[in-house]
Nanobody
Framework: QVQLVESGGGLMQAGGSLRLSCAAS????MGWFRQAPGKEREFVAV????????YYADFAKGRFTISRDNAKNTVYLQMDSLKPEDTANYYC???????????????????WGQGTQVTVSS
């Protein structure tokens, strides 16, 4: 069983930056998702293992950066140029390497963190 612990959320003005962290041990493909009130959980970004290839949702391209520090067992989501529409609960997720479904599907991930709230004010 993998335990994922997110941190780094908070309140930020539009145009600002936040860095989310997710502590997770083991060899997993790691993703970030977000869910706003009344909306479905949506894919943000993913980083593979061991190549650390990255893929982003269209809204995240050019503004968000996912990275991982394997020595620290931590995955990061750097979020720049934040917009009010980025307000959501952000979740870290891990999937086993043998999974073959699309990275964008929440159901393709095996473990989830508890989420961290990001609120962006205008």
């Amino acid at each position: 069983q993998v335990q994922l612990v997110e941190s780094g959320g908070g309140l930020m003005q539009a145009g600002g930056s936040l860095r989310l962290s997710c502590a997770a041990s083991g060899r997993y493909i790691m993703g970030w998702f977000r869910q706003a009130p009344g909306k479905e959980r949506e894919f943000v970004a993913v980083i593979t293992w061991p190549s650390s290839s990255t893929y982003y949702a269209d809204f995240a391209k050019g503004r968000f950066t996912i990275s991982r520090d394997n020595a620290k067992n931590t995955v990061y989501l750097q979020m720049d140029s934040l917009k009010p529409e980025d307000t959501a609960n952000y979740y870290c997720a891990a999937r086993n390497l043998i999974r073959s479904e699309s990275y964008m599907r929440p159901t393709s991930y095996d473990y989830w963190g508890q989420g961290t709230q990001v609120t962006v004010s205008s």
